[in-house]
């Protein structure tokens, strides 16, 4: 059977079983004005004798074509050239070839374009929301940062190794006056980059999150009809933004408070000589577990503290004629009175839960609490329940700090 492999769509390799191969020219596609022999056949010399039939009749197509090089060292005949619709239909069928089909080529359906401008819209206002609340959280927490170590060591000095139970400060006096001296003033800014590092992504996580469980608690809720269910709903996203970005940075927050707490002055003396040498001793302590020391119980306070931070703060604001345009001191009014009155309920959850972080790297006999029930029943027993709300005066005057985050978010978030 001859058979012809085509080349380049200009020559053809015909050949007869056990003959030699001969290259013929191929002729141009149908429709050309010089075109004598239409079809897709290739054109050969005619025999050099009549019993030596010519290998291009009745053949057919080989699966290997021909290089250019080959052809030429086996004494191919020169090109035939093309005619110009020839070029033109090879030239449409190599766009073919490379042409996208309609679904991915076309234009998108009008739903995925519909949906493109508002994904695009939250993306923004995500990063509006993280980046506003994370700025204002940062600068407040450095100018509070002493308060904030007083308020640390009040609460944790009875489970404390380091502070001796004649060396435990008395009240806030005593430990502004004291620290200066035993362990000089840039002290009061221990565990301050802990704090600010930790605080960023977790007021920038609250704030961004509270948004977000504000569409789904408050999503079609009328505030003047539905007043009950407007507060609830508020509480609810408050909560759940709060114990949501705990869960990321709770071995920041544990680092903060195991920082501040160390009253060593310098070198030997000191528990922790930075955040990340408190990390990776606790680590090789305990392990993770012991970066989560507390946690529990820090969720449950989380909870309440986040409700009514964010909850009565967005109530109170929603009742306004126009929150929108509120004078920046009756902000700060509402925001005062509500971090005054959300520290103040859940600053016994706040209590247990840096001491069980102090319990962190103990062993045997030092570790004072078993547990979070524990804590709770032997801080009552042993201190009275005041000792529950100890440094809490001072996290009223921390909460202006707080005050001024919230106001500050807001104002920002009008200029972005």
Same mark, same amino acid.
């Given at each position: 059977?001859?058979?012809? @492999?085509?080349?380049?769509?200009? %020559?053809?390799?015909?050949?007869?079983?056990?003959?030699?191969?001969?290259?013929?020219?191929?002729?141009?596609?149908?429709?050309?004005?010089?075109?004598?022999?239409?079809?897709?056949?290739?054109?050969?010399?005619?025999?050099?004798?009549?019993?030596?039939?010519?290998?291009?009749?009745?053949?057919?197509? %080989?699966?290997?074509?021909?290089?250019?090089?080959?052809?030429?060292?086996?004494? @191919?005949?020169?090109?035939?050239?093309?005619?110009?619709?020839? /070029?033109?239909?090879?030239?449409?069928?190599?766009?073919?070839? &490379?042409? !996208?089909?309609?679904? #991915?080529?076309?234009?998108?359906?009008?739903?995925?374009?519909?949906?493109?401008?508002?994904?695009?819209?939250?993306?923004?206002?995500?990063?509006?929301?993280?980046?506003?609340?994370?700025? @204002?959280?940062?600068?407040?927490?450095?100018?509070?940062?002493?308060?904030?170590?007083?308020?640390?060591? #009040?609460?944790?000095?009875?489970?404390?190794?380091?502070?001796?139970?004649?060396?435990?400060?008395?009240?806030?006096?005593?430990?502004?006056?004291?620290?200066?001296?035993?362990?000089?003033?840039?002290? &009061?800014?221990?565990?301050? !980059?802990?704090?600010?590092?930790?605080?960023?992504?977790?007021?920038?996580?609250?704030?961004?999150?509270?948004? /977000?469980?504000?569409?789904?608690? %408050?999503?079609?809720?009328? /505030?003047?009809?539905?007043?009950?269910?407007?507060?609830?709903?508020?509480?609810?996203?408050?909560?759940?933004?709060?114990?949501?970005?705990?869960?990321?940075?709770?071995?920041?927050?544990?680092?903060?408070?195991?920082?501040?707490?160390?009253?060593?002055?310098?070198?030997?003396?000191?528990?922790?000589?930075? #955040?990340?040498?408190?990390?990776?001793?606790?680590?090789?302590?305990?392990? %993770?577990?012991?970066?989560?020391?507390?946690?529990?119980?820090?969720?449950?306070?989380?909870?309440?503290?986040?409700?009514?931070?964010?909850?009565?703060?967005?109530?109170?604001?929603?009742? !306004?004629?126009?929150?929108?345009?509120?004078?920046?001191?009756?902000?700060?009014?509402?925001?005062?009175?509500?971090?005054?009155?959300?520290?103040?309920?859940?600053?016994?959850?706040?209590?247990?839960?840096?001491?069980?972080?102090?319990?962190?790297?103990?062993?045997?006999?030092?570790?004072?609490?078993?547990?979070?029930?524990?804590?709770?029943?032997?801080?009552?027993?042993?201190?009275?329940?005041?000792? &529950?709300?100890?440094?809490?005066?001072?996290?009223?005057?921390?909460?202006?700090?707080?005050?001024?985050? !919230?106001?500050?978010?807001?104002?920002?978030? /009008?200029?972005?």
């Amino acid at each position: 059977m001859r058979r012809c @492999a085509p080349y380049g769509g200009r %020559l053809a390799r015909c050949a007869l079983p056990g003959a030699a191969a001969v290259w013929c020219p191929r002729p141009p596609l149908p429709g050309a004005a010089d075109s004598p022999r239409p079809g897709p056949r290739a054109m050969c010399p005619p025999p050099a004798a009549a019993a030596a039939p010519s290998p291009c009749s009745g053949h057919a197509p %080989l699966p290997q074509p021909m290089g250019e090089r080959d052809a030429a060292a086996r004494g @191919a005949p020169a090109h035939v050239p093309a005619p110009p619709l020839y /070029k033109a239909a090879i030239s449409a069928a190599r766009s073919a070839a &490379f042409r !996208l089909p309609p679904r #991915l080529a076309g234009p998108a359906s009008p739903r995925l374009a519909r949906r493109l401008p508002t994904m695009t819209d939250a993306a923004v206002s995500f990063a509006k929301d993280f980046l506003a609340g994370g700025v @204002a959280a940062a600068i407040s927490k450095t100018a509070v940062a002493p308060i904030e170590r007083v308020k640390l060591l #009040l609460q944790v000095q009875h489970a404390s190794k380091q502070i001796a139970a004649d060396k435990q400060y008395k009240g806030i006096i005593d430990c502004v006056v004291r620290i200066p001296r035993e362990q000089g003033v840039l002290s &009061f800014w221990r565990g301050n !980059l802990a704090n600010v590092i930790r605080y960023f992504p977790t007021q920038a996580l609250n704030f961004a999150f509270k948004d /977000k469980y504000k569409q789904i608690f %408050l999503g079609g809720v009328d /505030k003047r009809t539905q007043f009950w269910r407007y507060f609830a709903g508020n509480l609810a996203s408050g909560g759940a933004a709060g114990a949501t970005s705990l869960c990321f940075v709770y071995p920041l927050d544990f680092a903060r408070t195991r920082l501040a707490a160390d009253v060593g002055k310098a070198g030997a003396d000191r528990e922790f000589s930075g #955040l990340g040498d408190c990390l990776v001793k606790i680590f090789r302590s305990d392990g %993770l577990r012991g970066l989560y020391q507390g946690f529990s119980v820090s969720v449950q306070g989380i909870i309440i503290y986040r409700a009514a931070y964010f909850g009565i703060y967005d109530t109170a604001k929603g009742m !306004l004629p126009d929150p929108k345009n509120t004078h920046i001191v009756v902000s700060w009014m509402i925001a005062q009175t509500v971090t005054a009155v959300a520290g103040l309920t859940s600053y016994p959850f706040d209590t247990v839960r840096r001491r069980m972080m102090m319990q962190s790297g103990r062993k045997g006999s030092d570790i004072m609490y078993t547990g979070t029930i524990d804590c709770w029943r032997k801080i009552a027993r042993d201190e009275g329940s005041k000792a &529950f709300f100890k440094g809490a005066w001072s996290n009223v005057l921390r909460g202006m700090g707080g005050a001024f985050v !919230l106001v500050l978010y807001d104002e920002i978030k /009008k200029y972005t």
